[in-house]
């Protein structure tokens, strides 16, 4: 578990873990929140995330902890099982079942979705998000936004203009901010809002007009680590067989794996070395981190793209970084829930928002449709879906779709490639022919393929033949080639240009 750690990048590493502790403790506390779960659980889930998974995973440079993509899994899920204490059941089972996926090298799983379907879901993700969070952004419950009552008159002002001030902060600080200097880059826009919430907070306290207790972060107070320990919920393990319970867990594990195998992928190829994490080792650490925050009251947890990214734009070279960022949230929390206590929620609401819309943006629609219709129609009934009943509804309803374009073009084409081995130029030459038509269904088959390609060879990708080729396809073909340079591979496409 620790023969790959190191302290020879300890000057990398050191300020990168600091980078992405602000990054993440205010969205630990904010998924918190979006998930209905106790603030609590979203820093344990981080701390989690960060040590023990940070520990056992392959990825130089990931991050986990917990994801805004299962907020809106488990917001549901509370509700459904009618408690705190069963649905860490869920969270744990969730951890045996991804941990059963790692041993059964399950990695490639992520290869068979296409990715209208997992931008649709991360699309619907971002909108539904939003939607949480409106009543926070107006300084009321959630509980409250129903049809009875007056609902304007419990608006809070101080709350609205708090949100409304934070959004607005967010945009400038991405904006302009950042791009005009590094010291804007090294404390990230979160960490500005939170501030600005906390001085806010403490004026009108000041003022004798102070914000309500449901209108702040309300987290234990810590006097050390017994108290903390105090705190910890532990799972109810008597409805550990139901199918309700049963049903949550593997919902979660699938959803949880998919979300970290995507980063996983993304953060690999930011990364300056190009080195590639071990999936299923990835997903039993996964799986091992979700037991031990199931166990200890926390949400589950996942690799994370936002801190996985910041992580990386820091200059971190090893996955100490990761465990320490773990160890500073430990440390927040037992020195600083005080203070922590202090940030109001129309703040971690605001930055929510952001999230979602970085999911969400009016651009990916864009670009969904201009992709043509076998891209959009997924995309679109992914998103509409989930808004009209649940994730995973709205994520089987999208890969139908896919699927009946893919078995639409398989009923005219068959799908296989030759290769032909030679030499040239003291190289060894692979030519290989793509067939008529090659769909998302033969993603794995052809990557495993150009994975096998021995390095310093000349390779021969033919499209002459080829009259559809799936997005994903494309998308893993200019990968391929990126990437290909690093390993001496020299690659040649004939007509590629016609399929992409």
Known sequence: MLKDLSFKEIRSDLPASIIVFFVALPLCLGIALASGAPLLSGVIAGIIGGVVVGMASGSRLGVSGPAAGLAVIVFDAIDTLGGWEVFLCAVVLAGVF???????KAGFVAYFFPSAVITGMLTGIGLLIILKQLPYLFGLDADA????GDLFASLSPAATAIAFGSLALLYVWDKYLSPAHKLFRLIQGPIAVVLLGIGCALLLDLQGAPLGEGQLVSLPVMEGIGSFAE???FPDFSQMLSL????VALVMAVVASIETLLSVEATDKMDPNKQTTPTNRELKAQGLGNIVSGLVGGLPVTQV??????NVAFGA???LSAILHGLFLLVAVLALSQMLNLIPLASLAAVLMVVGFKLAKPAVFKTMFKNGMEQFLPFITTIAGMLATDLLTGVMTGLAVSIFFTLKHSYRNSYHFKETVSRRDDR?????????EVSFFNKPSILKKLNEIPKGSHLVLDFSNTKSVAHDVVELVKDYMAQARHRNIEVE???????S
């Not at 936004?145 to 009875?148: A, P, Q, R």
């Not at 793209?305 to 910041?310: E, K, M, N, Y």
């Open 98 to 104: 991804q941990l059963l996926l790692g041993y059964l």
């Open 145 to 148: 936004v129903s049809l009875n």
């Open 231 to 233: 705190q910890l919920a």
């Open 244 to 247: 309700e319970v049963l049903s």
């Open 305 to 310: 793209i936002v801190r996985s990214s910041a």
């Open 317 to 319: 070279k090893t996955k």
């Open 428 to 436: 060894e030459s692979h030519h290989i022919v793509l067939a008529e």
């Open 493 to 499: 496409t004939i007509h590629f240009d016609r399929a």
